[in-house]
């Protein structure tokens, strides 16, 4: 009992603060989804470590398929727990069981079911054998569930750590490439100097308020009223720095891009989702619930970091020509839409953002799965020309993930509006309007790169051309010519526009026009596309459009999660 | 005779900064471990500084996990640092150009 | 059993109190484009015939909703008619609400006759399946825009529509289409965000006021809007509408995307699409912003008239056909505007029936250009010349559709300029004059143009044959529309019958909510009584705690009248 607890057991004697080691009644069952994600990883080590020969990635991917499964019906049973008994802490109070936290197992637990099947299919094609990816999307996952259910600083440090480190070695795991070593080291340079800052931000807090329980910290603040803390305010800005890295908010973003592109595609898509997942957990939990009466103070500063994480995140994305780190961009854009949420610092904003980083989960998993699919073998090249043509080749993968995209675009009937509907109308509801206006012109701006993804796999060489008059062998001569013109104009323009923000409003669209250069078309790449991958494919794009028809039970399992906080 | 925490407190400060800007301008990537070693070890002064302080035995438990989650962190990237450079002479994060950032 | 019946009688008996038509012809009419899309999509990619004859089915087939719809209208009644509300995500106060009046019954009943025309009228061979899918996903998108009681609906299928054309100038355009479809999107999209906001805003305020969260603007018409916060939304509102429309200065991207889509683009673009924007106006603005509109209408009157003149003038040096009809379109609209804001009912009604003109003849205009287009491969008037020597059928169309553009009594044009200038010059005396002069440069410009076109003596370079008739197929797609051009020349009543009442009811909301000391309740509503709206700003002295208990009382009174 020691043995297995001692970890916890310090942490419990460290909260009840009253010397000598008084173990706390360690209720498992409040922890058990992540109990079944170590424990499955565990099984899933030890399999691989004995088995007498290599297993193959399809049976890795089915046990985690299944524990992440088991998660989500234990996340269940706690959901029906919360519901009808209210939120409680457990063991020693570092851990809150509400629906704020079970929400969020249940995104991880959704997030796990999806990312293995993706995974599979790439691993299989890529060659790489061993148990490495689902071990550590395990660990990372239940590092995410800790970060959403932690009560105290120091879990959510250690949620965040369980969390990041094996996320570092997922983004280096494909070893033949120099790129994917290179996002491995630059994201673990940048990792662990955000977790520094972290760190640091906890011990100042500590120092000011005297806990690392958010509860206390809760109390404390409301017994005592301090609106000049150095110390406090300090602290808490680097809390803010340290989960804006974590969640890529501007100007803490700039490992994403760099690290996005460099790691295998699958383990992109699940660091996009998972990382974002945990982190806007801690980060909504420990701002809102903890610090809300310091609100006066954090949220001017929530409101600057929103507005640049927006706009950024959507002008850059525009000039991007390599799809992977275009995504990476939007991905971006998207973390600004979750601090709208935050911003508005109500139950609505709080609700939009669960719901928000739920949908954004499932379409960032499905949009990199597609990408690590046309990629082609050791994600050789994701220029956008690779993409033309799709709609002819694959019509089926090229309609599915022109979904996804035009639902992260925010397009009418898919998840990807209410999800933007939900977070604006907290902003509006909380008078942010002008955060709100700036934040549908971002995404009009991104819808601007999504269709243009969108267009150019439904376009070729022979639509392009689709003028009535001069059909035939002339017309592809005249397209040529007349893309050739357009790119001269396209390069000379882009060079032009920087970051001026009125040339980017212009600038998109010479952007669109290399998609009519036919660029001789040579050899079209092959793209195959696994059974796993597409059984996770027609997950995300169905769940996309079902509650994007029928967001009710989304909506509402959002809206519960936050009255039970 | 006692110092007075601010001492300590400014101390770890002094030794957050050097670590974080070492960390910005250092192209080692070894040296830029031992900054970020340094900032941990900053937040853990502080750590123990404010426990002593607050008379609270919380802040030093908390640094026995940070210590664990360093050593951790440090593994990795070890790992990482000995997977990239297993092909290149130096260690330095210039040679790491192939991402555009 | 028993316990079955008992628990649907009240269901069966609230469908009779309601209304008495069970059968949700607006819900279906929505529907059925998206259902026969998902059709369209499903077929093989090269069974060309069965493709095109599923879409021309398919907006036939609205086209037939849309005529029982027309049937079962109940004229003389200005309230919305075959209403069918459903809550959809109840969370938001987000509701299926589909209603008709007589706004937007001929708006419809337009995009019904205008889809199957574009759908035979396209030019465009290549895949056949994707235009299709996006032309039918189009028609559900304005027909779901036209039909929509609920705001937040009413924003879902505005913006549904983006998608498709976006696509539609994109892969079938002319050559700079990239250009001018993203052009067209970023534009328009930029606008509806500031639609959004206000939208929630306006919800927010209502739900405040009376603890109702919902979009029904059935609803937040009731909303007492301080002054600054009206004008504020209504130019939120407007902002969205004024681009899409387009309203001058907001036109920028109209001429680009007009003249940069392929055939069947420019004929929904300018047909349809554009009637979303001042459709809009008339539903939205008025309706809910009383007060913005009375202090704001001599801005937007004078936009109208800017854009008339400025639509004429550069539409008379142009030298792309094209261009020529994209920048009258400009001048026509703001016909359209200046009837909206005059603040009569003449002028709305006519405001209303300028619509559903201006997207007949615009439609037959942009598909005689694409067949000269199509035989000759330019839309450059100094390169076309003497085309009525080989072509009197043709030339024969496009005058009568031409003189229908310039407003010629006894074609469709003339009745609905009429009113706006009749109804405008009650009111905004100079304004009207200067709406005028816009046409006679519409006569100037399209004569001018006609005249460099069709006659002369043609002059085929190198081995052209001579310019080729009408084909029969050809004259069976314009057929209707020139039917319909003459037919609503000559005869507009039964489009005025069922647009008045409507048009009254609007005007009669607005004056209560500006005006609440007109004693108006009890008197029959007529639009001369509109005449006497004072349209000067600094008349609105209005205080808000005044005008709320009349503001009630009105609308009782609107609903008892119906």
């Keep these: 009992m020691t043995g297995s607890t001692g970890v916890l057991g310090a942490l419990a004697a460290h909260l009840l603060g009253a010397g000598g080691l008084v173990l706390p009644h360690l209720n498992y069952s409040t922890i058990l989804p992540e109990l079944i994600l170590l424990g499955g990883m565990l099984v899933i080590l030890a399999a691989s470590a004995l088995s007498p020969r290599p297993l193959p990635t399809e049976v890795y991917a089915t046990a985690t398929v299944g524990l992440g499964i088991a998660s989500l019906i234990a996340s269940l049973v706690l959901w029906r727990d919360v519901t009808s008994h209210g939120a409680f802490t457990a063991i020693a109070r570092s851990i809150d069981v509400d629906g704020f936290a079970v929400f969020f197992l249940v995104v991880v637990s959704c997030i796990l079911i999806v990312a293995p099947m993706f995974a599979a299919g790439y691993l299989r094609r890529e060659g790489i054998t061993g148990c490495e990816y689902y071990v550590l999307a395990l660990i990372s996952g239940s590092g995410a569930m800790f970060m959403a259910s932690a009560n105290d600083l120091i879990l959510i440090f250690l949620g965040l750590e369980i969390l990041s480190i094996p996320l570092y070695v997922l983004a280096g795991l494909d070893h033949r490439r120099e790129a994917s070593g290179e996002a491995a080291m630059k994201y673990f340079v940048l990792g662990a100097f955000s977790s520094a800052i972290f760190v640091y931000g906890i011990a100042l807090t500590y120092g000011a308020t005297g806990s690392t329980n958010l509860a206390e910290i809760g109390a404390f603040l409301s017994r005592n009223v301090i609106t000049s803390n150095g110390v406090l305010l300090g602290g808490l800005a680097?809390?803010?720095?340290?989960?804006?890295?974590?969640?890529?908010?501007?100007?803490?973003?700039?490992?994403?891009?760099?690290?996005?592109?460099?790691?295998?595609?699958?383990?992109?898509?699940?660091?996009?989702?998972?990382?974002?997942?945990?982190?806007?957990?801690?980060?909504?939990?420990?701002?809102?619930?903890?610090?809300?009466?310091?609100?006066?103070?954090?949220?001017?500063?929530?409101?600057?970091?929103?507005?640049?994480?927006?706009?950024?995140?959507?002008?850059?994305?525009?000039?991007?020509?390599?799809?992977?780190r275009m995504l990476a961009y939007s991905s971006i854009n998207h973390a600004g839409f979750v601090l709208l949420g935050l911003e508005a610092a109500t139950a609505r904003g709080i609700a939009g953002s669960l719901y928000y980083v739920f949908v954004y989960s499932l379409l960032v998993l499905g949009s990199f799965a597609v990408v690590a699919a046309v990629g082609g073998n050791g994600d050789a090249d994701h220029d956008i020309s690779r993409y033309r043509g799709l709609g002819r080749r694959r019509p089926v993968l090229a309609v599915g993930f022109a979904i996804?995209?035009?639902?992260?675009?925010?397009?009418?009937?898919?998840?990807?509006?209410?999800?933007?509907?939900?977070?604006?109308?907290?902003?509006?509801?909380?008078?942010?309007?002008?955060?709100?206006?700036?934040?549908?012109?971002?995404?009009?701006?991104?819808?601007?790169?999504?269709?243009?993804?969108?267009?150019?796999?439904?376009?070729?060489?022979?639509?392009?051309?689709?003028?009535?008059?001069?059909?035939?062998?002339?017309?592809?001569?005249?397209?040529?010519?007349?893309?050739?013109?357009?790119?001269?104009?396209?390069?000379?323009?882009?060079?032009?526009?920087?970051?001026?923000?009125?040339?980017?409003?212009?600038?998109?669209?010479?952007?669109?026009?290399?998609?009519?250069?036919?660029?001789?078309?040579?050899?079209?790449?092959?793209?195959?596309?696994?059974?796993?991958?597409?059984?996770?494919?027609?997950?995300?794009?169905?769940?996309?459009?079902?509650?994007?028809?029928?967001?009710?039970?989304?909506?509402?399992?959002?809206?519960?999660?936050?009255?039970?906080? | 005779m006692s110092v007075h925490a601010s001492w300590y407190l400014t101390l770890a400060a002094l030794l957050f900064t050097i670590g974080a800007v070492g960390l910005l301008v250092r192209r080692n990537v070894l040296v830029m471990f031992m900054c970020v070693e340094l900032m941990l070890n900053a937040a853990n002064l502080t750590f123990v500084t404010f426990a002593r302080a607050l008379d609270d035995i919380g802040g030093q438990v908390a640094v026995f996990f940070v210590l664990v989650v360093a050593a951790a962190e440090v593994v990795v990237g070890l790992g990482i640092i000995v997977a990239i450079f297993r092909r290149k002479v130096g260690a330095t994060a210039d040679d790491a150009h192939m991402l555009k950032g | 059993m028993i316990v079955g019946s008992s628990a649907f009688g009240p269901i069966v008996l609230t469908g009779i109190t309601q209304g008495q038509r069970a059968f949700p012809y607006l819900t279906t009419m929505v529907l059925v484009p998206v259902g026969v899309a998902l059709l369209v999509a499903l077929l093989p990619k090269g069974s060309t015939w069965a493709i095109r004859a599923a879409g021309m089915a398919g907006s036939l087939g609205v086209l037939g909703i849309a005529a029982a719809v027309l049937d079962q209208f109940q004229s003389g009644d200005g309230g919305y008619q075959m209403v069918s509300a459903h809550s959809w995500v109840a969370p938001f106060g987000l509701s299926w609400t589909l209603g008709v009046d007589g706004v937007s019954l001929f708006l419809v009943l337009m995009t019904a006759v205008l889809f199957p025309i574009a759908l035979a009228g396209a030019t465009e061979r290549t895949n056949p399946k994707a235009f299709t899918v996006w032309v039918l996903l189009l028609e559900a998108g304005c027909i779901g825009s036209f039909l929509s009681l609920d705001l937040l609906l009413f924003f879902l299928f505005f913006e549904t529509t983006l998608v498709p054309v976006?696509?539609?100038?994109?892969?079938?355009?002319?050559?700079?289409?990239?250009?001018?479809?993203?052009?067209?999107?970023?534009?328009?999209?930029?606008?509806?965000?500031?639609?959004?906001?206000?939208?929630?805003?306006?919800?927010?305020?209502?739900?405040?006021?009376?603890?109702?969260?919902?979009?029904?603007?059935?609803?937040?018409?009731?909303?007492?809007?301080?002054?600054?916060?009206?004008?504020?939304?209504?130019?939120?509102?407007?902002?969205?509408?004024?681009?899409?429309?387009?309203?001058?200065?907001?036109?920028?991207?109209?001429?680009?995307?007009?003249?940069?889509?392929?055939?069947?683009?420019?004929?929904l673009l300018a047909?349809?699409?554009?009637?979303?924007?001042?459709?809009?106006?008339?539903?939205?603005?008025?309706?809910?912003?009383?007060?913005?509109?009375?202090?704001?209408?001599?801005?937007?009157?004078?936009?109208?008239?800017?854009?008339?003149?400025?639509?004429?003038?550069?539409?008379?040096?142009?030298?792309?056909?094209?261009?020529?009809?994209?920048?009258?379109?400009?001048?026509?609209?703001?016909?359209?505007?200046v009837g909206a804001f005059a603040l009569t009912g003449e002028a709305l009604s006519g405001s209303v029936l300028q619509m559903v003109n201006h997207g007949l003849y615009t439609t037959a205009l942009f598909l005689l250009i694409a067949m000269i287009y199509r035989r000759r491969g330019t839309f450059s008037i100094p390169k076309l010349k003497g085309l009525q020597g080989s072509a009197p059928v043709m030339a024969g169309v496009f005058t009568v559709v031409m003189l229908a553009s310039i407003g010629v009594p006894g074609l469709n044009g003339f009745v609905g300029e009429f009113l706006?200038?009749?109804?405008?010059?009650?009111?905004?005396?100079?304004?009207?004059?200067?709406?005028?002069?816009?046409?006679?440069?519409?006569?100037?410009?399209?004569?001018?143009?006609?005249?460099?076109?069709?006659?002369?003596?043609?002059?085929?370079?190198?081995?052209?044959?001579?310019?080729?008739?009408?084909?029969?197929?050809?004259?069976?797609?314009?057929?209707?529309?020139?039917?319909?051009?003459?037919?609503?020349?000559v005869y507009p009543q039964p489009l005025l019958q069922r647009i008045t009442p409507s048009v009254d009811a609007i005007v009669l909301h607005l004056e209560q909510s500006a005006h609440p000391k007109i004693p108006l309740a009890g008197q029959p509503v007529t639009s001369t009584v509109a005449a006497r709206l004072d349209p000067y700003p600094s008349a609105v002295t209005v205080s808000i705690s005044s005008s709320s208990g009349s503001r009630r009382h009105t609308r009782t009174n609107v609903k008892g009248a119906k």
């Design chain 3, 420 to 489: 706006i200038l009749a109804g405008t010059f009650l009111t905004h005396r100079w304004w009207a004059v200067v709406a005028t002069a816009g046409i006679i440069l519409a006569a100037v410009y399209l004569l001018w143009a006609y005249q460099q076109v069709f006659h002369g003596k043609q002059e085929p370079d190198g081995d052209e044959a001579p310019f080729a008739e009408m084909t029969w197929r050809e004259g069976l797609v314009l057929a209707p529309l020139v039917g319909l051009i003459v037919f609503l020349g």
């Design chain 1, 238 to 324: 680097l809390l803010l720095v340290g989960f804006a890295f974590k969640v890529a908010a501007v100007p803490f973003h700039m490992w994403t891009p760099d690290v996005y592109q460099g790691a295998p595609t699958p383990a992109t898509g699940f660091m996009a989702a998972m990382a974002k997942a945990g982190g806007f957990a801690a980060l909504l939990r420990v701002f809102v619930s903890t610090f809300p009466t310091l609100r006066t103070s954090w949220q001017p500063v929530v409101w600057v970091l929103a507005i640049l994480t927006l706009v950024l995140g959507a002008v850059v994305a525009i000039v991007q020509n390599d799809v992977k």
């Design chain 3, 166 to 267: 976006y696509f539609i100038i994109g892969g079938w355009g002319h050559e700079r289409r990239g250009y001018a479809a993203t052009k067209f999107f970023v534009y328009t999209f930029a606008a509806s965000a500031f639609m959004l906001v206000g939208i929630l805003a306006l919800v927010f305020i209502h739900q405040g006021q009376t603890g109702v969260t919902t979009f029904d603007i059935r609803q937040l018409a009731n909303t007492h809007l301080s002054g600054t916060a009206d004008v504020l939304l209504f130019c939120s509102f407007t902002a969205a509408f004024a681009v899409k429309a387009p309203i001058f200065p907001f036109h920028t991207w109209s001429p680009d995307a007009y003249g940069e889509a392929p055939a069947a683009g420019s004929v």
């Design chain 1, 404 to 565: 996804l995209l035009l639902a992260q675009a925010g397009a009418p009937f898919t998840t990807g509006f209410f999800s933007k509907f939900y977070v604006v109308e907290a902003a509006v509801a909380a008078h942010s309007y002008a955060l709100a206006v700036i934040a549908m012109g971002s995404a009009g701006v991104a819808a601007f790169f999504y269709l243009r993804v969108v267009f150019v796999m439904f376009s070729d060489v022979g639509i392009a051309g689709a003028s009535d008059v001069s059909r035939g062998g002339g017309e592809i001569a005249r397209a040529g010519a007349v893309a050739a013109e357009v790119r001269e104009q396209d390069a000379t323009l882009l060079g032009g526009a920087g970051a001026s923000a009125v040339a980017t409003l212009v600038a998109p669209a010479y952007v669109a026009a290399p998609e009519l250069a036919p660029e001789g078309t040579p050899s079209e790449p092959e793209v195959s596309v696994s059974p796993w991958v597409t059984t996770g494919l027609v997950l995300c794009v169905g769940a996309t459009l079902v509650f994007g028809i029928w967001p009710q039970p989304l909506v509402d399992f959002a809206h519960q999660a936050t009255l039970i906080f």
């Design chain 3, 271 to 337: 047909g349809v699409m554009a009637k979303l924007g001042t459709y809009g106006i008339v539903r939205f603005d008025l309706g809910l912003f009383p007060h913005a509109v009375v202090v704001l209408a001599p801005l937007l009157l004078s936009l109208g008239v800017i854009g008339i003149i400025y639509g004429g003038i550069v539409a008379a040096v142009q030298r792309d056909l094209k261009r020529l009809v994209a920048y009258s379109s400009l001048a026509h609209l703001g016909f359209i505007v």
